[in-house]
Nanobody, 123 residues
Framework: QVQLVESGGGLVQAGGSLRLSCAASGNIVTINNGNWYRQAPGKQRELVASITASGYTNYPGSVDGRFTISRDNAKNAVLLQMDSLKPEDTATYYC?????????????????WGQGTQVTVSS
């Protein structure tokens, strides 16, 4: 079993920065892809940023180069640096990791979700 713990959310003024962390623990062999999603009230959950095992990154949404996803393999963590924050970035942010685990001789690959961390940007 894998547990994901998110941290780093909070209240910040427009133009400010926050750094989100998603740390995984358990019988982890490797973390494959890592993703950050967000969901604002009344809106669908949207993909904000992705990073592959080799470090390739993708930002499919409207973050316009303001966000940077990275990974710390030594700590089994995926990070999201958010700069120049705007009020429209206000949402609950969720990490999603594709993780390979080992239980005895059995290897399993599946997705895990964090509990969500609130980011509020005031104007």
């Amino acid at each position: 079993q894998v547990q994901l713990v998110e941290s780093g959310g909070g209240l910040v003024q427009a133009g400010g920065s926050l750094r989100l962390s998603c740390a995984a623990s358990g019988n982890i062999v490797t973390i494959n892809n890592g993703n950050w999603y967000r969901q604002a009230p009344g809106k669908q959950r949207e993909l904000v940023a992705s990073i592959t095992a080799s470090g390739y990154t993708n930002y499919p949404g409207s973050v316009d180069g303001r966000f940077t996803i990275s990974r710390d393999n030594a700590k089994n963590a995926v990070l999201l640096q958010m700069d120049s924050l705007k009020p429209e970035d206000t949402a609950t942010y969720y990490c999603n990791l594709n993780v390979k685990t080992r239980s005895g001789s059995v290897l399993t690959v599946r997705d895990y979700w964090g509990q969500g961390t609130q980011v509020t940007v005031s104007s």
